[in-house]
Every structure is written in structure tokens, then in C-alpha cells.
């Protein structure tokens, strides 16, 4: 009798459990996991004043971090900066300048995380402004992020709703209502 009654309402069955599997889904969606933030037990941070780490390949500078003050979770070995300022090096010599008030080194994940307000200049006088967070690669040595303005020392001006580009700005991409004008 029971097993009559399944196949009568399986339809049913089968939309309240689809309807069901929807809602946790949504539920899941809506309610992110923790962020980096909330993760962090200050209490467990150890911290060192004045501090600076750095990566060279073949004797050149690749990109150096400083900091006045950095703290590092040892349970999670990330790395959080006050006042961070990165100098990031392209293969072609020219010197990308990013300073912030936080930032972020996750050494499993090979990303350093400049948190807004992020301000980027090169020694050629390109500039890159975002409202959002800058990563860097420390693997692939490329800089992404989200909605961006770029002006370079040519008088061309990029912006995009996203960007990844070299440490110098010499390679860039823009996705989502990309936009380039060169002035006069």
C-alpha cells in the first residue's frame, strides 16, 4: 500500500525534493564561507616591525614587499601587511611601485593581495587605479583585478571592468566594457 502510494505522488516527491535541493543551494550561495578576515585570531598572529621579504631570479629583483609591520598566522603561515609598499619588476626593466594601507601574502596560493585603496605607479609614469583589490602572481609574475583605469606615459587610457597585465603594463588585457583612448 505504501509502495502504491510513492508511485502515485512520485512526481510530487521528485519536485519537493528538487525544490528542496534549490533552497540549499541558495542557502549556500547566499552565506559565504569565512573570509580571510574573519579567519584571523589576532591573539595567534605573530608579528615583526619593519620587515620586507623579496624574490630574485638569476640576480635581478623580482618583486620586494615592505611593510610597517607585518603579522603572520603561523596555523595558516598568511601573511598580513600595514602599509605594504611592492616594488614588482618586469622582464623588460621597468618598475611597478603598488602601495596600500593592508595587504596579504598567501605563500600556498603564490598571491600577494593589495587591498584598496590601492595605488600603482611605473617609473615610466603609467598609473592604475582600481577601487578593488590587486593580486599579484608570484608564479606567473601577472597582476590582476577588477574594474580599472590605466593611464600610460603615451597619453593612452585603458579601462576595463577587469584587467591581467605584466608588472611593467606593457601586456594588458581588459574584459568587460573595455575601453581604450589615446589622447592628444
Keep these: 500500500m505504501i509502495i502504491q502510494q510513492l508511485k502515485k505522488h512520485k512526481a510530487m516527491l521528485a519536485g519537493l525534493t528538487l525544490l528542496i535541493a534549490f533552497a540549499v543551494l541558495l542557502y549556500w550561495f547566499m552565506n559565504p564561507g569565512k573570509t580571510p578576515d574573519q579567519e584571523v585570531n589576532p591573539d595567534r598572529l605573530v608579528e615583526f616591525e619593519g620587515s620586507e621579504l623579496e624574490e630574485s631570479k638569476d640576480g635581478n629583483l623580482v618583486?620586494?614587499?615592505?611593510?610597517?609591520?607585518?603579522m603572520i598566522d603561523p596555523d595558516t603561515q598568511i601573511m598580513y601587511f600595514i602599509n605594504p609598499k611592492a616594488l614588482l619588476v618586469s622582464s623588460d626593466g621597468t618598475e611597478m611601485t603598488v602601495t596600500s594601507e593592508k595587504g596579504i601574502v598567501d605563500k600556498t596560493k603564490q598571491t600577494i593581495q593589495i587591498q584598496p585603496p590601492v595605488k600603482a605607479v611605473t617609473d615610466k609614469g603609467d598609473t592604475l587605479q582600481t577601487d578593488g583589490s590587486v593580486y599579484y602572481n608570484m608564479d606567473t609574475h601577472v597582476i590582476k583585478g577588477g574594474?580599472?583605469?590605466m593611464n600610460r606615459h603615451d597619453n593612452t587610457t585603458l579601462r576595463a571592468d577587469a584587467f591581467e597585465t605584466d608588472s611593467g603594463l606593457n601586456k594588458v588585457s581588459l574584459t568587460g566594457h573595455a575601453q581604450v583612448t589615446k589622447g592628444e
Aim: cysteine-free; aromatic content about 10%.
Design 63 to 70: 618583486w620586494r614587499l615592505t611593510a610597517d609591520k607585518i
Design 147 to 149: 574594474k580599472v583605469v
